[in-house]
């Protein structure tokens, strides 16, 4: 096992270190020079179209179609998870506070990425009974002539989400309960199992119906507690970005190597949580039922923003403003720990309830990316089969060494984006 991790962990470093940062940077830069910086000339459009998406245009619409704002909580769902409470905790205990600038950074720039990749699933969707799918190997296929690409993408999502990345949630959830409750791993990861069957085999429409309940009440429920930590601690404010931004820039930490651990982890950890420009939201976007597809770009780019600038944001707040990131803790551990120094235990089971609607959001959200590429390579007849495995992963995922499954996911995650950010650029 540490053979394959070493192994897994060579990869990970040659493709982040030498092609995905500078990849993702550049054309997130291209993108929003070319869209005329359209994050921030047309961010109250975003939230006008968000608004719409729930309003009366949509009651013209099948019971099989899925809204503009359906499709932004599964999108959401997929992205608020275990990046936001364990991924930022891991990026700020190895590479510092200076991690979370360029988390924002990311963020920002990959904002147009997001609206790019989310309109062309638009344009490229394709109906499939009641319902459209869509994605980069659709647009990839339709747009590109480059059917090779398109399967090739399928073939490595399929692998990083439907099987690796819902492992990453389901290790999450056993770790998360098994320090707030003592509970068995293996139990955790039986009702996890039956609760993701139960929900998947109900097709896209219930997939929404769920996303739709869960994210609007975890989302506030989490801002809520975390901004009364933030304001019990405000005397920690005034330094907080000081210190940030230190970590990303000063001489100390460029001397020891910090300013290199701090973006490796800040970009590797802020795209796993927002996933602009990885090619896994498209798919939720291309369902929507919209009038214009630009309009599910301006929509994805809500999510990137919610996911990283309050979400994201709120656990890395609450981490350093308790000082909670000298403790030696990583990853869910860490993140328990900073909202217990306020909330005792409380704060430890909040977190663990917050990883399992999280991480069973994002599980769900996950596995319908996985099914719409399924689809594209096999026909509906696979997605049973499909089924079946993913929920093998989640069972078994909740057993396995949380730096294995965490670097498995690592290594996909990179590869696929690759074909992704070529594909972007070319259309």
């Not at 932004?72 to 990046?83: K, L």
């Not at 989640?394 to 594909?423: H, K, R, T, Y």
Request: charged letters at 10%.
């Amino acid at each position: 096992m540490k053979l394959l991790n070493d192994f897994i962990l060579s990869i990970n470093d040659f493709i982040w270190t030498y092609i995905l940062i500078a990849m993702l940077i550049t054309i997130g830069v291209y993108f929003t020079f070319k869209t005329k910086f359209v994050q921030f000339t047309n961010f109250k459009e975003m939230f006008k179209l968000l608004g719409e998406g729930t309003g009366s245009e949509n009651k013209d619409k099948s019971k099989n179609e899925i809204s503009s704002f359906q499709a932004f909580c599964i999108g959401t769902a997929s992205r608020v998870g275990t990046g936001n409470l364990a991924g930022v905790a891991s990026a700020i205990a190895i590479g510092g506070p200076g991690a979370v600038f360029w988390m924002w950074l990311i963020a920002l720039i990959g904002s147009a990425s997001a609206l790019i990749e989310s309109t062309l699933a638009q344009i490229y969707k394709v109906k499939d009974g009641d319902n459209y799918r869509g994605g980069p190997a659709y647009y990839m296929e339709k747009g590109l002539k480059k059917k090779w690409m398109g399967v090739t993408f399928s073939v490595l999502i399929i692998l990083c989400f439907g099987f690796a990345f819902n492992s990453v949630q389901s290790n999450t959830i056993t770790a998360a309960f098994a320090s707030s409750f003592n509970t068995n791993k293996l139990l955790i990861g039986i009702i996890l199992t039956i609760l993701t069957l139960i929900i998947i085999f109900g097709g896209v429409n219930r997939i929404a119906k769920i996303s739709g309940i869960l994210v609007p009440i975890m989302a506030s429920a989490y801002i809520i507690i975390a901004l009364f930590i933030i304001v019990i601690n405000y005397k920690s404010i005034p330094g907080l970005f000081k210190t940030i931004f230190e970590h990303a820039f000063g001489i100390k930490q460029f001397v020891g190597g910090g300013i290199g651990a701090a973006l490796l982890q800040g970009i590797k950890r802020g795209l796993f949580s927002n996933e602009a420009g990885m090619g896994s939201t498209p798919h939720a976007h291309a369902v929507a039922k919209v009038k214009h597809p630009v309009e599910q770009g301006f929509v994805a780019m809500i999510g990137v923003f919610i996911d990283t600038f309050v979400i994201l944001n709120l656990t890395a707040l609450v981490i350093i403003t308790t000082g909670s990131r000298t403790t030696g803790l990583t990853g869910a551990q860490l993140s328990q720990y900073a909202f217990s120094t306020l909330y005792g235990k409380f704060g430890e089971i909040f977190i663990a309830i917050c990883m399992l609607f999280f991480a069973f959001s994002t599980i769900i959200g996950w596995y319908f990316f996985g099914e719409a590429n399924i689809r594209y390579l096999f026909g509906a007849k696979a997605v049973k089969i499909y089924s079946i495995i993913v929920c093998i992963c989640v069972a078994l995922g909740s057993l396995q060494e949380v730096e294995l499954v965490w670097n498995m996911a690592d290594c996909f995650n990179s590869m696929m984006v690759i074909p992704n950010a070529i594909a972007l650029v070319a259309l």
